[in-house]
């Protein structure tokens, strides 16, 4: 047996050599310059690529004890304009009571006066009976409750897409379907006014951010047509980058409408999809409230994403996504906000669902509250010193001064003067509020207008008139 | 994949990355995601579905499955319940202020409720204020990004949740990981932090901030709070401890790992947690000093562009919390922690006993019993659904593909039959699929 073993080295060898005399010279010499290589790499003296000049443990503990740290936070001065909130007492509904005084609520975005409704309140109840309040888990871990498995049925049938999904806040809705599609390397074309919901979405999702003028199709298409002469540069990388366009359906920082029969026909002109954010126009524009595409009476198919909170005209909490399935099954995965998060409370699904019950029983609501944006919108015209910012049918104005008194601050403390002015007459309006260190690209100073169906026509008046009264008597 | 009526469009969706989805998670998909019909209390109510092509589609039957025992709902200290007296203040304040607020905090949304809610949670914590928010995930990824910023670094744990991660990167801060739970590693990357600078630059950073969790929600590990704030005091670190398992949950008054180890709340910087788990309720807050809390309502995305918590919720965590502490003249809540301490200590110490691996520290109520086998997880749930026992199983990705496991969340409301139930079926069950694995009868990993 060892001699068997032996002699099958052995044969090895042999073979060995053989080989090594019959290889071609050039063969030889390559593999000798490789040896030698390799061995005066093993007996090179190594270096660092950084000159990393290693601290002693006495010097380590020196710089320790040096180090000051800056504060957690930086002190924030007492009369910070946003620091002291108005206290409401008491539901935010239609008459509303902020710091003690009874008011006509022109703050809060409750388009169709669903806060109130007794119906709503109901559901709630019977949904609060049946399931107690919170859902202990998130969607994965039973925390899918038939309640929202409805809720996500009825969304999707009003809207007339085949699927919709539910989150459980409304801020998450967009800031997590963003980087479910797009990752980094892919490109998005967003508009410059764009809510700050989106702006963290795309943050998280990396990719690359091109911001075109708001509402300017034409730099769209330029910076489309930039995108393509790229694109032939590197047809490889071209076919697996994606391309998104994001828009919102009503702006909710300049009250305007996207201009969507033309963003859909660049949407097939250069094979980008369209994201639409709908959180202002859901329950507002369309004659039965579907949103910026029953609008245009554009099909809604052509639309790849729609996205909208249910905290504006569903007055409940949370957000829903709409698509065909292939779209939004992927958000079932791989929507942080859904995966990771406990699932909306029942009792809120129950009152977006009898909300919805409602809306599509009375879809003349739809018009009234749109003759309601057209009467304040023409009452708020011509106000020395103020300019409306905003379309005729917006339910959500914004007041600007026409001259900027100097610093943001300055413009900031002269609204807030009106809005004091105006509060004590009864009229509850509030200062649009932004992250001023944040925002991309930060809008004006402005007073936020809100009108719901709930206000009659001479509440509207009212308003409008104490408004002038302040600019006349703060502006001048 | 090529959409039907969008040719020439990047497919959305790559192959590879879908891999696992399509082959490995659709065949065992119907163990996540079951609908129930009831509250989700110690026993509920599942509607039953069945599917006719391997777990693509579902249909439901029409009927329920009923009475089965929860072992997957975060319901500590059951306050999931439909007890008509005890949900009395929240019916009212349901009836009186609605569902929606329609506005965010620093607009018009800050109703009186939260007002009285911020101030409970305060004393409730023994801090100076706390702040709360709509939603327990947000709340990480909205406020972690207002308090460290580019320049600043972030030492997080290696198992940290989503929101945590999340809120570090959208931030904008360097972020160093160090390993689960253990303080040699931490000791050494705080070290060189301080000693040797930003990375290139050398400039000082300008603040350290380390991310843990309480209880960690797939390990059951309690956090080494003493040793931490040691460190942090030694380095000048800042601390931020999400609690979001543990506020209610452990502690002699439920009061959360603070109280576990018997330590000054002042000594954690950011003391944030949820109101899903041991409330029954949703949102999270966070609490410490009061220039913190006024930063934070000036400066938190929250506060400026999302909506506040509703009323009928935030009256929950009131009424939940009043009970907690004794205010309602009840020893109710009292009753609860210690039943909840039981449950825990039973149901690990039988786990124990029968020659199951389970993680975690022996008094938190997240007991992860491991299975290691993917294959069968999907064996082990549906089991354990024939036997009218609910259980959540976790496999890839939220663990390593090896290590998967069923996490059972022991209720202060389950009565020691269910768990006799339980730990009964989970008998047979670790027989007939070959789960005990242990060879001593403690855990084999005991630096958790």
Not at chain 1, 366 to 386: D, N, S, T, V, Y
Not at chain 1, 397 to 413: A, I
Not at chain 2, 159 to 179: D, E, M, P, Q, Y
Request: aromatic share 10%; net charge neutral.
């Amino acid at each position: 047996m060892a001699a068997a073993v032996g002699m099958g080295q052995q044969w090895v060898l042999v073979e060995m050599v053989q080989a090594f005399y019959e290889a071609p010279a050039y063969h030889l010499i390559l593999e000798g310059i490789l040896i030698l290589w390799i061995i005066r790499l093993l007996f090179s003296k190594t270096y660092k690529l950084q000159e990393r000049s290693d601290l002693t443990p006495k010097e380590k503990e020196e710089l320790i004890e040096e180090w000051q740290p800056e504060p957690l936070v930086p002190p924030v001065s007492k009369d910070h304009p946003a620091l002291n909130y108005s206290i409401v007492s008491g539901p935010p509904s239609h008459k509303i009571i902020v710091n003690g005084k009874e008011c006509i609520n022109f703050a809060s975005f409750n388009f169709l006066g669903l806060l109130d409704n007794e119906r709503v309140k109901n559901a709630a109840q019977a949904s609060l009976r049946k399931y107690g309040v919170g859902t202990c888990g998130p969607r994965g871990f039973y925390g899918t409750f038939d309640v929202h498995l409805e809720l996500e049925d009825r969304l999707a049938k009003f809207m007339r897409t085949e699927e919709s999904i539910i989150y459980s806040y409304g801020f998450a809705t967009i800031a997590s379907a963003i980087p479910a599609y797009s990752k980094r390397g892919d490109i998005v074309f967003v508009d410059e006014a764009a809510c700050f919901a989106i702006q963290k979405g795309l943050q998280a999702s990396r990719s690359n951010i091109k911001l075109f003028k708001h509402n300017d199709v034409a730099d769209l298409e330029q910076l489309l047509k930039e995108q393509e002469i790229e694109d032939q540069k590197n047809p490889r990388k071209a076919r697996v980058t994606r391309r998104f366009i994001l828009v919102e359906g009503l702006y909710m920082n300049t009250g305007d409408i996207c201009p969507l029969p033309e963003l859909i026909k660049l949407k097939y002109k250069y094979k980008v999809r369209i994201f639409l954010e709908e959180s202002l126009s859901f329950g507002v524009l369309g004659e039965y409230g579907r949103g910026v595409t029953e609008h245009f009476g554009v099909n809604v198919d052509d639309i790849d994403l729609i996205s909208a909170n249910m905290e504006n005209s569903l007055a409940s909490i949370g957000g829903f996504c709409c698509g065909r399935s292939f779209v939004i099954d992927h958000q079932r995965l791989s929507g942080q906000g859904y995966c990771f998060s406990a699932s909306l409370p029942p009792l809120l699904a129950a009152a977006a669902i009898e909300a919805l019950n409602i809306m599509e029983e009375n879809p003349d609501i739809f018009q009234i509250l749109r003759e309601k944006c057209k009467r304040i919108h023409k009452a708020l015209q011509r106000i020395p010193g103020l300019i409306v910012v905003g379309d005729l049918f917006s339910p959500a104005l914004h007041l600007q001064l026409e001259e900027t008194g100097g610093s943001r601050e300055n413009d900031m403390k002269l609204l807030k003067r009106i809005v004091d002015y105006c509060m004590n007459r009864s009229i509850a309006l509030t200062q649009a509020r932004y992250l001023e260190k944040e925002e991309k690209c930060l809008p004006p100073p402005s007073i936020r207008v809100v009108v719901t169906v709930e206000q009659t026509e001479e509440e509207l008046d009212k308003a409008a008139s104490i408004i002038r009264e302040a600019a006349q008597s703060i502006l001048n | 994949m090529y959409m039907f009526s969008n040719q020439d469009f990047v497919p959305l969706y790559q192959d590879f990355e879908n891999f696992y989805t399509r082959n490995l998670y659709m065949r065992i998909r119907d163990n996540w995601n079951r609908p129930i019909c009831s509250v989700p209390g110690p026993q509920f109510d599942l509607m039953e579905r069945v599917t006719d092509d391997f777990n693509w589609t579902f249909r439901f039957t029409g009927r329920t499955i009923k009475d089965v025992i929860n072992m997957g709902s975060y319901n500590y200290l059951g306050f999931a319940e439909t007890e008509a007296n005890a949900l009395k203040t929240v019916a009212d304040v349901l009836q009186n202020y609605g569902t929606g607020v329609c506005s965010t905090r620093q607009e018009m949304g800050n109703l009186d409720k939260h007002v009285e809610l911020e101030n409970l949670v305060a004393q409730f914590l023994d801090v100076e204020a706390a702040m709360v928010f709509g939603m327990g995930f947000a709340t990480n990824s909205m406020n972690i990004p207002s308090l460290v910023g580019k320049g600043c670094l972030i030492l997080s744990d290696e198992l940290n949740h989503t929101s945590l991660v999340l809120g570090a990167r959208l931030s904008g801060a360097t972020i160093r990981i160090f390993k689960h739970n253990n303080m040699q590693s931490l000791e050494k990357l705080l070290r060189d932090a301080v000693a040797y600078g930003q990375p290139r630059s050398r400039r000082a950073w300008k603040k350290i901030l380390i991310l843990v969790e309480g209880i960690y929600s797939m390990e059951g590990s309690i956090v080494r709070l003493p040793e931490i704030v040691a460190l942090k005091k030694r380095y000048k670190a800042y601390l931020y401890l999400d609690e979001a398992h543990s506020i209610g949950a452990v502690g002699p008054t439920g009061r959360g790992v603070v109280e576990y180890f018997g330590m000054n709340p002042e000594d954690v910087d950011v003391l944030m947690g949820t109101f899903t788990k041991s409330f029954g309720a949703a949102g999270g807050y966070i609490a410490g000093k009061k220039e913190l809390v006024d930063f934070l309502r000036t400066h938190s995305h929250s506060a400026i562009y999302a909506t506040s918590m509703c009323p009928p919720v935030a009256e929950q965590i009131i009424r939940a919390m009043k009970c907690v502490m004794g205010l309602d003249g009840t020893t109710q809540g009292l009753q609860r922690v210690h039943q909840l301490g039981e449950n825990t200590r039973y149901f690990r110490r039988r786990l124990h006993e029968m020659g199951f691996i389970v993680y975690g520290n022996d008094d938190s109520p997240v007991v992860p019993l491991l299975l290691y086998m993917p294959g069968k997880i999907g064996a082990f749930a549906r089991h354990m659904l024939t036997k009218n026992i609910g259980v959540v199983v976790v496999g890839f990705p939220a663990t390593p593909i090896a290590e998967s496991r069923a996490r059972f969340c022991v209720s202060a409301a389950h009565t020691r039959e269910m768990l006799d139930t339980v730990l009964n079926a989970l008998d047979e069950l670790g027989d007939f699929l070959q789960l005990k694995y242990s060879r001593h009868s403690r855990s084999s990993r005991p630096e958790l």
